[in-house]
């Protein structure tokens, strides 16, 4: 293959891979002007994925029930598609549920970062490390101090806030790709 086919195919794709990248950084401004709506999908598809794993627990447990660990598989089987059945009864409540559980998880991600930061301060790169773990650390906080008051915004926002930048990203990808598709041509 030539390399002007090659470039033109490259002109093809990045020109697709443009569209999606706008596309995706107008579904994250929409995700942030619609924010609960945001986070109760994303709490919707959440306990559809818990009420899936749950059967797919105890189909499991099915299948293993004479090597003696089918009651752990039927208990997790039912602690699944039981916290699944609850966020989707309770969206509302299941949103709030689900913005406690970012917050702790953000807390314990930017413990640990601090942590490894410190465990290779000499090295290189280590102030990304530190940089990352205070800010992951703050975002914690700043979720934690706001539950349950104000969390109905929290998830559908930080969707939109990845959307926003996953498509910044794939455009700057796709521009890089293209500058060298004219390049090649």
Same mark, same amino acid.
């Given at each position: @293959?030539?390399?002007?086919?090659?470039?033109s195919d490259?002109?093809? %794709?990045?020109?697709? *891979?443009?569209?999606? *990248?706008? =596309?995706l @950084?107008?579904a994250? %401004? =929409? $995700?942030? $002007?619609?924010?609960v709506?945001v986070?109760?999908?994303?709490?919707? +598809?959440?306990? #559809? =994925?818990?009420v899936?794993?749950g +059967? @797919?627990h105890?189909?499991w &447990? #099915?299948?293993? !029930?004479?090597?003696? *660990?089918v009651i /752990?598989? %039927?208990?997790?089987?039912l602690l699944?598609?039981?916290?699944?059945?609850?966020l989707? =009864? !309770?969206?509302?409540a299941?949103?709030a549920?689900?913005?406690?559980a970012?917050?702790?998880?953000?807390?314990?991600e930017?413990?640990?970062?601090?942590?490894?930061?410190?465990?290779r301060?000499? !090295?290189?790169? /280590?102030? #990304?490390?530190l940089?990352?773990? +205070?800010?992951?650390? &703050?975002?914690?906080i700043?979720?934690?101090?706001? /539950?349950?008051?104000?969390?109905? /915004?929290?998830?559908?926002?930080?969707?939109?806030i990845?959307m %926003?930048?996953s498509?910044?990203?794939?455009? @700057?990808i796709?521009?890089? $790709? !293209? *500058?060298?598709a004219?390049?090649?041509?």
């Amino acid at each position: @293959m030539n390399t002007t086919a090659v470039a033109s195919d490259l002109k093809h %794709i990045t020109g697709w *891979s443009i569209v999606v *990248s706008v =596309l995706l @950084m107008l579904a994250g %401004i =929409l $995700a942030i $002007a619609l924010p609960v709506l945001v986070g109760i999908g994303v709490n919707i +598809v959440v306990a #559809w =994925l818990l009420v899936f794993a749950g +059967v @797919m627990h105890l189909v499991w &447990a #099915w299948h293993i !029930r004479s090597l003696g *660990s089918v009651i /752990w598989q %039927i208990l997790l089987g039912l602690l699944y598609i039981g916290v699944g059945a609850y966020l989707l =009864l !309770r969206p509302l409540a299941g949103l709030a549920t689900l913005t406690l559980a970012l917050a702790i998880y953000l807390f314990a991600e930017g413990m640990l970062e601090l942590i490894l930061a410190f465990a290779r301060r000499p !090295r290189h790169g /280590w102030g #990304w490390l530190l940089f990352d773990g +205070v800010v992951t650390l &703050a975002l914690a906080i700043l979720i934690w101090r706001a /539950w349950p008051y104000r969390t109905l /915004w929290v998830v559908g926002t930080l969707v939109g806030i990845s959307m %926003i930048f996953s498509g910044v990203t794939r455009l @700057m990808i796709s521009l890089t $790709a !293209r *500058s060298v598709a004219n390049k090649l041509a």
